[in-house]
């Protein structure tokens, strides 16, 4: 073996744990557990071939983003296969609470699943806010799979920050 090929497997590997570094560090706030609500209406798992299928253990990203401007914040939460009846919105403390249940929509004909992946059931995710909001004059949308907050400051303005000086 040449000296050449171990380092090509130390750069790789640096790679590779750089990658998953990153997918949890990103993954870590918008992994979501979904847990069989009343209302979920799951197949049976003798309906199932798939056999990573667990009925009441099912986890999803939820993809967010948190935007400040210098009079409000913006959230924006992937919601997909939702119905915006199903999504409840709380501000406590200084987060907000998005919660909900999607619903497994069934076919209308006989058959039998052989790959279940998408999460099912009720949820709960809780947004950290880094400034303090106006509660009573929040706004909420959804579209396209997509659930915009507008969340108006409390106090209005940028986050103030100052250079220390080292001495």
């Not at 744990?17 to 979501?32: D, M, V």
């Not at 071939?49 to 983003?65: N, Q, R, T, V």
């Not at 076919?107 to 009720?122: K, P, V």
């Not at 009573?136 to 209005?156: D, F, I, T």
């Amino acid at each position: 073996m040449k000296l050449a090929s171990l380092k090509d497997v130390g750069n790789l590997w640096d790679s590779v744990t750089e990658g998953w570094r990153h997918l949890w560090e990103s993954a870590r706030g918008a992994l979501t557990r979904f847990r069989p609500g009343e209302k979920t209406n799951l197949p049976k798992p003798e309906e199932v071939d798939d056999e990573s299928f667990a009925l009441g253990f099912g986890w999803a990203m939820l993809g967010g983003e948190v935007f400040e401007d210098d009079t409000r914040l913006v959230v924006r939460l992937e919601l997909p296969g939702m119905d915006k009846n199903d999504i409840n919105l709380e501000v406590e403390g200084d987060s907000l609470i998005v919660s909900g249940e999607k619903r497994f929509e069934r076919e209308s004909t006989e058959g039998r699943w052989h790959t279940l992946q998408c999460a099912y059931g009720s949820f709960r995710r809780i947004i950290p806010l880094p400034v303090p909001v106006k509660t009573e004059e929040a706004r909420a949308s959804y579209r396209n799979g997509v659930l915009r907050v507008e969340l108006p400051k409390r106090e209005p303005g940028r986050r103030s920050g100052r250079s220390i000086p080292v001495e």
